[in-house]
């Protein structure tokens, strides 16, 4: 089925118009000391006609039918698109985290690095992360890596979503 730009979607939001609507898929995760494991997700990207994407993120820990049984983690967030290509992203996490993401947008690719991480007194340590988005076979693939726990940035998360 070929996609159509969003009714209402500002002009500047066009090059992420790609991402608007619901996801749902599966991914995996790992990082030291943590046994790796799989994960449901859901990712809706919003619009509410401003010059930005509203972003939330839920994790599921499945069950062996790849069924959610219990909320592992949630982030929401706006993303930014610039007139250079560039892409300005605001996150935050109930475990008291709140990110700035700079990157480029090329196409339906899209690479952030942190350049901010900010946390409560009691969130873990977690000092920097790099992101990709990609449009793959009409799937929407996406890597976190990220500098946590003493640990250098290394792959932690991917996952491979379909749009529902």
């Known amino acids: 089925m070929p ?4 009714d209402g979607l500002n002009p500047s939001v066009n090059r992420l118009a790609w991402l ?3 996801w749902e898929g599966t991914g995996k ?3 030291p000391g943590v046994e790796e494991f799989d994960f449901g997700q859901q990712v809706d990207f919003a619009h509410n006609g401003g010059d930005f994407l509203h972003y939330l993120s839920q994790t599921f820990e499945v069950d062996a039918d790849g069924k959610a049984v219990r909320p592992l983690s949630m982030e929401t967030g706006f993303w ?3 007139a250079d290509d560039n892409l300005e992203v605001v996150m935050c996490h109930p475990t008291g985290v709140a990110e700035v993401w700079y990157g480029k947008i090329t196409g339906a690719k899209i690479e952030l690095t942190t350049d901010a991480v900010v946390r409560t007194p009691t969130a873990e340590e977690y000092t920097a992360g790099q992101r990709l988005y990609g449009l793959v076979e009409g799937d929407l693939l996406w890597t976190l890596d990220k500098a946590s726990g003493g640990h ?5 998360l991917w996952a491979r979503l379909r749009r529902v």
């Open 3 to 6: 996609f159509e730009i969003p």
């Open 20 to 22: 608007v609507g619901r």
């Open 29 to 31: 995760g790992v990082y």
């Open 80 to 82: 930014r698109p610039q």
């Open 152 to 156: 250098p940035l290394q792959n932690h």
